[in-house]
């Protein structure tokens, strides 16, 4: 029942940006996967993510990180790839008294060659649970449309759904 009052979130995740759309607002949004860290006393701290984080890029005690930027694999830090998305569901829901954990669909668009193993698709189900979604589901293939999204009539023929 609650699922019906739960913000879905469509991300198409590359490792230059996160993009896709925001449910049922039907709010498009891209953000660069960067997140801003601040060192002070010894103590690193987020502060910034997407385009915000970009801005901070080259400023003192500020280092700006890609959890996603890796030669061969989608997910390259843990922690702040993780970090990064908890940011960004923070900021992506319209402003509401009421704060409800996303449903996400995760759908990853590089590094697919040969498939996905088993330990990226439990890696990028976690780092969405560990980010904060309530539920998550993996899609591989080509973009959903906003109809397929809002009804979850997922395509037979144009991907598949993966779980961990």
Avoid at 16 to 25: F, K, N, R, T
Avoid at 128 to 134: E, Q, T, V
Wanted: glycine residues 8%.
């Amino acid at each position: 029942m609650l699922d019906q009052f739960t913000p879905l979130l469509y991300l198409k995740l590359r490792s230059d940006s996160i993009s896709g759309l925001h449910l049922p607002s039907g709010r498009p949004f891209d953000e660069p996967p960067v997140l801003a860290l601040q060192t002070l006393k010894g103590k690193r701290e987020a502060i910034a993510v997407g385009h915000a984080a970009a801005k901070l890029r080259g400023q003192a005690h500020i280092e700006v990180a890609n959890g996603f930027e890796h030669p061969r694999s989608l997910l390259a830090d843990f922690a702040v790839a993780e970090k990064t998305l908890q940011l960004l569901f923070r900021q992506l829901p319209p402003k509401s008294l009421l704060k409800l954990a996303p449903r996400v669909i995760l759908h990853p668009l590089e590094h697919l060659q040969g498939g996905l193993t088993p330990v990226e698709i439990r890696g990028l189900y976690e780092l969405c649970r560990g980010a904060g979604a309530r539920h998550v589901q993996l899609w591989v293939g080509r973009e959903l449309t906003t109809e397929e999204l809002r009804s979850r009539q997922f395509p037979t023929d144009g991907g598949s759904l993966l779980t961990p």
